[in-house]
């Protein structure tokens, strides 16, 4: 399957539809519409909802899949079977949560008619609500010629799109109460990461699952994106437009497509590799704190098999992140070198273990720490292509390598940076200590094996 069987079978499926009654071969096409789409629907069953291919790539196939199905309810007088897929409905909130920090080479997603009609049909007020922010708050944004709403196609679902004062009363809510959020598609195993599930100015993606997915997949396990207040922070270096090798057997080669790329860890030299899996990706809670981890043990090299590699990323009270990066050999003597890599789109300025990221008017702090001292790199993203600008990359590598390598990195949204102090104790348990601009000292306690361990406290 790929988004193809929703863009081609869908299109057909409606043009059969059309001529039903004035093309005598128009209904023999129903069949195998309906194959077709069959699966593609399995694909969201498999993956909880979520789209390997990408946030543009959903867009993509579901706009042609689902006009199909509203049509054919339309004209049979009957409901679809496909309407009865659970997952179909949890599918409306993969573009929401990883639209604008999607993985995949096409991160592209606005509000449609299809769009509020499925949320109206499969019963997801909350979808629609959610989709309806962007398109009140930033009108003009989606009234550009070259863009599918300025042709009324909004009007389609006119009655189907929440009103501005629902829109209103949505905020007001959610100013009394945030609603946090960190969220899963299991199959996939992406995560969405963010301190308000409907108005977001914090908002995380990080990469779990495999790294076996052909088509518009790339080799970028335990990679993160993130933008604050709508600019992107935290991201990746795209290739520009697909080449004549992007789909061939060495696709994952291009620098875009390939681990280098990427805002991830690399094990001495080395990223997850092709055709790889994590060994697991859960949500950690516990103390103002809501987090992904990702453990990555065995998506690096066969031969690694005691040694654990993985990342935390924990949002602290709702007000930034803290992304934990973990090596500990198999034992005193299985030495590892440990690099923490960052693709940012700006650095205004930077010291030993600082950096200040700017994307217009948004800034990020980032300070580094390591358990045996680090060393701050920098350097840029390689493009393929001359048109692309490429990032500015920040690499936080471990001075010496090491048996019990540990990098944290503060990610403070604004113009205040935090110290980092991270110390061992006591059965295999660290405390990171964070100190803030004002002198509150913020101290949590992770496992060898990245697990929050109780006693995080403040002083």
């Not at 069949?31 to 867009?59: I, M, Q, R």
């Not at 050999?329 to 690099?339: F, I, M, Q, R, S």
Request: charged share 20%; with cysteine.
């Amino acid at each position: 399957w790929s988004n193809w069987n929703g863009v081609c079978a869908g299109g057909m499926g409606i043009l059969a539809l059309a001529f039903h009654d004035d093309a005598a071969d128009a209904p023999r096409l129903i069949p195998f519409v309906e194959e077709s789409l069959g699966a593609y629907f399995s694909s969201f069953v498999k993956n909880d909802g979520g789209c390997p291919e990408g946030t543009g790539y959903w867009n993509y196939g579901m706009n042609y899949a689902v006009r199909y199905l509203l049509s054919w309810e339309r004209a049979t007088g009957r409901r679809h079977p496909a309407f009865r897929i659970r997952q179909l409905g949890r599918s409306l909130f993969f573009p929401l949560d990883f639209t604008g920090i999607s993985f995949g080479d096409n991160d592209g997603w606005g509000p449609t008619a299809f769009f509020f009609l499925m949320a109206r049909r499969l019963r997801q007020p909350a979808a629609a609500l959610r989709a309806a922010v962007p398109l009140m708050a930033s009108p003009h944004k989606f009234r550009r010629r070259d863009r599918r709403t300025a042709t009324g196609d909004l009007l389609y679902a006119a009655d189907a799109i929440p009103t501005a004062e629902q829109i209103e009363r949505l905020r007001k809510e959610h100013e009394q109460r945030p609603a946090p959020v960190a969220r899963i598609y299991r199959g996939m195993d992406w995560a969405a990461l963010a301190d308000d599930d409907a108005f977001p100015r914090l908002r995380m993606a990080v990469r779990g699952g495999s790294s076996a997915i052909a088509g518009h997949g790339m080799v970028d396990l335990l990679s993160i994106r993130c933008r604050v207040d709508g600019a992107l922070m935290i991201t990746d270096q795209q290739d520009g437009a697909y080449m004549a090798t992007t789909f061939s057997g060495r696709g994952h080669e291009i620098y875009g497509r390939s681990p280098a790329s990427k805002s991830t860890l690399f094990v001495d030299g080395l990223g997850g590799a092709a055709n790889a899996s994590c060994d697991r990706t859960e949500v950690v809670r516990g103390g103002g704190i809501l987090g992904i981890r990702v453990d990555g043990s065995h998506a690096f090299l066969p031969r690694w098999k005691n040694v654990f590699i993985g990342r935390l990323v924990l949002l602290v009270e709702n007000a930034g992140w803290l992304v934990i990066d973990r090596v500990r050999g198999a034992d005193a003597a299985d030495t590892h070198w440990l690099e923490s890599r960052f693709h940012v789109p700006a650095g205004r300025r930077r010291g030993q273990n600082w950096v200040e990221i700017e994307n217009g008017a948004a800034r990020l702090q980032m300070t580094f720490a390591s358990l045996v001292g680090g060393v701050l790199r920098k350097s840029y993203g390689m493009p393929s292509q001359p048109a692309v600008q490429p990032t500015l990359v920040f690499r936080w590598m471990s001075a010496v390598a090491a048996a019990d390598q540990l990098h944290v990195t503060a990610l403070n949204p604004g113009d205040a940076p935090l110290q980092i102090a991270i110390h061992p104790g006591p059965r295999d348990v660290y405390s990171i200590a964070v100190t803030g601009s004002d002198r509150k000292v913020r101290t949590l306690r992770v496992s060898a094996r990245l697990t929050l361990s109780s006693g995080a406290n403040d002083t």
